[in-house]
C-alpha cells in the first residue's frame, strides 16, 4: 500500500540564546547526532507517512544544516526557505514555499519545531490518523502540576486568581497537523492583524476552527536549554534498551 504524502515545515531558525553557549541549539549534540539530524532523520526514516520536509532557517545555519542532511543521507528534504524574525514569520515562509511548489489545499501539513527532536512513531502516526476526520490536530500531554492563574493586586503583588481543574489542560507539544488549506487561512489572518503566535493551532482557534487533540509524549521534550540535553540523552538510552 503507498504511504500518504504529508509536508512538514521544519522551524529551524532560531539562535538558540537560552542555551548562553556559541553554538546555535540545534547543533548542539544529543547522544552524539546533532539536535537537528535527529529531528530530521526521525521523519526520513518513518514509516507511518511519505514525509516531504521544508527546513525554514537562517542564511548563517543553512550551509551547516545542508551538509548535515548530506552526511546523514536525509533524502526526504525538498527544499530550504529564509528564517524569519519570529517563529510566525518564519512558518509563514514554509508556507509560501509550499504554495510556490504547488501543494495542493487538501494536502496535509504537519508544523515541528526543529529542537524538538525526539518525536516517535506512535506520536506521528496518531497525529496522521487524526488529520483523516479533522483540519486541524495537535500533539499533547497531560499536566502533571497543579497551575494557577495569576494576577497582580492593588499592591503591585503577583497573587493567584483562581486554579483550573488540571484534567482539563494538556500541555502541547508539535507537530501541530493542518490541512494546507486551513494553514494558509491562518497564517493569512496572522499577517492581516499582526498576530506573532507561538502556537500555530493558536490561530486556528482564534478562527473558531475545531483543534483535534492527540497523543504526545512526555519525551517530545523541545531542546531549549543545556539541561535538556542530559534528560533527551536519558529517553534515547531507555529507547534503546
Excluded: W
Amino acid at each position: 500500500m503507498e504511504k500518504k504524502t504529508i509536508y512538514v515545515i521544519i522551524p529551524a531558525a532560531g539562535k538558540g540564546l537560552r542555551m548562553g553557549g556559541p553554538v546555535p541549539k540545534l547543533l548542539l549534540e544529543v547522544a552524539g547526532v546533532p539536535v537537528i539530524a535527529r529531528t530530521l532523520m526521525a521523519f526520513d526514516r518513518s514509516e507511518t507517512a511519505d514525509y516531504k520536509m521544508v527546513i525554514v532557517t537562517s542564511s548563517e545555519l543553512r550551509p551547516t544544516i545542508k551538509d548535515l542532511v548530506e552526511k546523514y543521507s536525509i533524502s526526504s528534504v525538498i527544499g530550504y526557505a529564509e528564517g524569519g524574525a519570529t517563529r510566525t514569520d518564519s512558518v509563514s515562509s514554509g508556507v509560501r514555499f509550499l504554495e510556490e511548489k504547488g501543494v495542493s489545499g487538501d494536502d496535509t501539513v504537519f508544523v515541528h519545531d526543529g529542537a524538538r527532536c525526539l518525536v516517535d512513531e506512535d506520536i506521528l502516526g496518531a497525529s496522521a490518523k487524526s488529520m483523516s476526520s479533522y483540519d486541524v490536530s495537535v500533539a499533547s500531554i497531560p499536566v502533571k502540576n497543579t497551575l494557577k492563574i495569576t494576577e497582580v493586586n492593588s499592591k503591585g503583588d503577583l497573587v493567584v486568581k483562581s486554579t483550573p481543574d488540571r484534567d482539563t489542560i494538556r500541555e502541547v507539544q508539535t507537530p501541530q497537523c493542518f490541512k494546507f488549506e486551513v494553514l494558509r487561512k491562518c497564517y493569512g489572518y496572522a499577517a492581516e492583524k499582526g498576530i506573532f503566535a507561538t502556537d500555530d493551532t493558536a490561530l486556528a482557534e482564534m478562527l473558531g476552527i475545531p483543534v483535534c487533540i492527540t497523543e504526545g509524549s512526555y519525551s517530545n521534550i523541545k531542546i531549549t536549554t543545556a539541561e535538556d540535553i542530559p534528560v533527551a540523552e536519558e529517553f534515547i538510552r531507555r529507547r534503546e534498551g
